[in-house]
Nanobody, 116 residues
């Protein structure tokens, strides 16, 4: 029932910017904390950023100052603005939500490739 659909991934040169979107359906979006995770080739999935239902944000040290998460409760969409990208940011990026019962929901992912 709960569906998360990411979009906006693609190829970008080092130093470039990209904005990812995640459209949610099947849930009361406004009360859910939302987040982004990523998985680079040969590595485990790692947490990138979270935004609470109240709008408070937190970031992994590796992206702090470069990435910005935001949400639009009317559109039921969470965004990830990525600036000053470097090759180490190359990964599949996944949208995430967790309900009050501890059930986790994931999107299928969108690929971000940073390369010259």
């Amino acid at each position: 029932q709960v569906t998360l659909v990411e979009s906006g991934g693609g190829l970008v040169q080092p130093g470039g910017s990209l904005r990812l979107s995640c459209e949610a359906s099947g849930l009361i979006f406004s009360i859910y904390p939302m987040g982004w995770y990523r998985q680079a080739p040969g590595k485990e999935r790692e947490w990138v950023t979270t935004i609470t239902s109240g709008g408070a944000t937190s970031y992994a040290d590796s992206v702090k100052g470069r990435f910005t998460i935001s949400r639009d409760n009317v559109k039921a969409t969470v965004y990830l603005q990525m600036n000053n990208l470097n090759p180490e940011d190359t990964a599949d990026y996944y949208c995430h939500a967790a309900d009050r019962y501890g059930v986790n929901y994931w999107g299928k992912g969108t690929l971000v490739t940073v390369s010259s």
